[in-house]
């Protein structure tokens, strides 16, 4: 069956449509919570709250957008709101652009990025870094360079215009780079 | 450094706006010339790219049990 034929038995009211419709994203939606959440009970409280906003509201669902552009509208929602749960939470100042590029020593890194599927020690670099990271340049860093969505796309889910999206994006990557440069260019 | 055209701050601020795009605006020959000649900006280059890469690979699988207690918790059935 199509995703259409699923999305309009779903909305008519059908169990099994939407039980498929969940078991075909619910990956996807794991994997980004715990991306955006570093923590895998944080993200399986998210996608449990996404997937029911999903059912609460699939008959809003117009098709003018991707079902799947849908779904990250409502999870990046719901990604804000366990930050905002959490405001005491230290997150890097990314306000001065100039101060995130030092052209003056840039060290070569040795290690691959394959290396991440093997190296817990890499992981938790990683997941160091991006904590560091305020949610709202975590998740247009996510959904931009990750997910693979595109700038346009993204600045619909998260109500941004492509310049701002673009202005996030770029200090996002110079942060990220930074943080990770700290640990990695002896490696 | 200051013999070159295009000044590294420059090409390092290119990077970072055009990261996982192809280099095909009219400066994108400026940017790539710059970059086979100073090493400084090509270890930028493949630091963003890399930092890019590790994010994209870093991947989690749903457990089987979260999977059962998502049914449960949305009242849908598996079967």
């Known amino acids: ?42 993200a399986e409280h998210t996608m449990q709250e996404t997937f029911m906003s999903m059912v609460k509201s699939i008959k809003q ?39 995130l590029i030092d052209e003056s020593h840039i060290a070569d890194w040795k290690v691959t990025p394959e290396k991440v599927t093997e190296n817990n020690e890499l992981k938790k670099i990683l997941d160091e870094a991006i904590e560091k990271l305020p949610y709202d340049y975590r998740i247009v860093f996510i959904l931009r ?43 | 450094m200051s013999k070159k055209k295009i000044s590294c701050k420059e090409v390092m601020d290119y990077i970072c706006d055009h990261a996982g795009e192809s280099f095909d605006s009219p400066k994108c020959r400026e940017i790539k010339e710059h970059l086979n000649e100073c090493e ?13 890469s590790f994010y994209k690979i870093y991947n989690v699988q749903i457990p089987d049990e979260a999977h059962k207690r998502l049914l ?8």
């Open chain 1, 1 to 42: 069956m199509t995703e259409t034929e699923l999305i309009k038995k779903a909305q008519e009211g059908d169990r099994k449509a939407l039980t498929e419709l969940v078991k075909r994203y619910e990956q996807t939606i794991y994997n980004f919570s715990f991306k955006v959440c570093r923590d895998r009970e944080k």
């Open chain 1, 61 to 99: 669902f117009s098709g003018r957008s991707k079902f799947s552009t849908w779904l990250y509208t409502i999870v990046s929602n719901h990604c804000l709101m366990m930050a905002r749960a959490q405001k005491n939470k230290y997150h890097a100042s990314l306000d001065d652009e100039n101060s």
């Open chain 1, 145 to 187: 360079d990750v997910e693979g969505l595109s700038t346009a796309e993204t600045g619909k889910i998260v109500g941004l215009s492509v310049p701002a999206v673009k202005s996030r994006l770029h200090r996002a990557r110079a942060f990220l780079r930074n943080e990770l440069d700290k640990k990695l260019r002896n490696e």
């Open chain 2, 40 to 52: 400084n900006c090509k270890h930028f280059f493949e630091s963003v790219d890399k930092t890019i």
């Open chain 2, 72 to 79: 449960s918790y949305l009242g849908l059935n598996d079967e």
